[in-house]
T-cell receptor
């Protein structure tokens, strides 16, 4: 079964601390993986995707096929990073599946 | 401006009174989808569509209907709303081409069923 799991509902860190939001997936083929973000009072939007191998707003995510993970990392959290983060998987059929989401709270 | 437009943005209704939430996109996207967002449960897919006249159930389709008669529109229909359908609803669309299949989301529709 296709599944995306984000084990933490809430992650609270202090400004300047490293951040890692966990994402594990279950998929039999080669997945396309994404991180979407929802800032307060804004629409959900793409943060980054694994095929681009890019760093956006200081965040990176590496696809680890062995561990079936796509964790989102940032070395130094900023207050403006506070938001809801969703990991998502796109199957070969085109269907997009989201994890349960993790709220990141960055304290001053 | 390329966007996904949902209406209404806010609605309070009563149990059993049929309602439709419209969704329209102007980007010629093949894929459209409806999600509901509830505290602690994240985003759950209700229905999705790969193209005109092609719709499929997501994870929580009970109590909802959709149609895709035109490429740009994907309305969500609640034939007999119940209080457990009180939620924040998002419509989203995308192309289906790998590398260009990023979802564009609407602003959300907050529905309260009394």
């Amino acid at each position: 079964a296709q599944r995306v799991t984000q084990p933490e509902k809430l992650l609270s860190v202090f400004k300047g601390a490293p951040v890692e939001l966990k994402c594990n997936y279950s998929y039999s083929g080669s997945p396309e993986l994404f991180w979407y973000v929802q800032y307060s009072r804004q629409r959900l939007q793409l943060l980054l995707r694994h095929i681009s191998r890019e760093s956006i707003k200081g965040f990176t995510a590496d696809l680890n096929k062995g561990e079936t993970s796509f964790h989102l990392k940032k070395p130094f959290a900023q207050e403006e990073d506070s938001a809801m983060y969703y990991c998502a998987l796109r199957s070969h059929t085109g269907k997009l599946i989201f994890g349960q989401g993790t709220t990141l709270q960055v304290k001053p | 401006e390329a966007q996904v437009t949902q209406n209404p943005r806010y609605l309070i209704t009563v149990t059993g009174k049929k309602l439709t939430v419209t969704c329209s996109q102007n980007m010629n996207h093949e894929y459209m989808s409806w999600y509901r967002q509830d505290p602690g449960l994240g985003l759950r897919q209700i229905y999705y569509s790969m193209n005109v006249e092609v719709t499929d159930k997501g994870d929580v389709p009970e109590g909802y209907k959709v149609s895709r008669k035109e490429k740009r529109n994907f309305p969500l229909i609640l034939e007999s709303p119940s209080p457990n359908q009180t939620s924040l609803y998002f419509c989203a669309s995308s192309l289906l081409i790998a590398g260009a299949n990023v979802l564009t989301f609407g602003a959300g529709s907050r529905l309260t069923v009394l």
